[in-house]
Nanobody, 115 residues
Framework: QVQLVESGGGLVQAGGSLRLSCAVS?????????MGWYRQAPGKQREWVAGIANSGTTNYADSVKGRSTISRDNAKNTVLLEMNRLKPEDTAVYYC????????WGQGMQVTVSS
């Protein structure tokens, strides 16, 4: 069973940066077909943010494209999401996911961007 533990969230001022981390246990990251992040703002539906495939191919939502980078640290079995030039509208609970034969979720963590 895949377990995901997120870290790196918190409070940051607009224009600042955060690095979100998702540590994987229970499975080698190489065997996971894709991983990434979703987020859910208050009163809104959960939306996909960024993903990285087993091949290393990355994709981003338009809302974060150009100011975010998703990467994989194979040695640490971890996926990272670097977010720059943060905006108040980036405020949300961020969830890491890992897609195997099912979708596994982390517990979620709060990111708050103050204006």
């Amino acid at each position: 069973q895949v377990q995901l533990v997120e870290s790196g969230g918190g409070l940051v001022q607009a224009g600042g940066s955060l690095r979100l981390s998702c540590a994987v246990s229970g499975r080698d990251i190489f065997s996971i077909s894709s991983m990434g992040w979703y987020r859910q703002a208050p009163g809104k539906q959960r939306e996909w943010v960024a993903g990285i495939a087993n091949s290393g191919t990355t994709n981003y939502a338009d809302s974060v494209k150009g100011r975010s980078t998703i990467s994989r640290d194979n040695a640490k079995n971890t996926v990272l999401l670097e977010m720059n030039r943060l905006k108040p509208e980036d405020t949300a609970v961020y969830y890491c996911y890992a897609r195997t034969y099912e979708i596994n979720w982390g517990q979620g963590m709060q990111v708050t961007v103050s204006s």
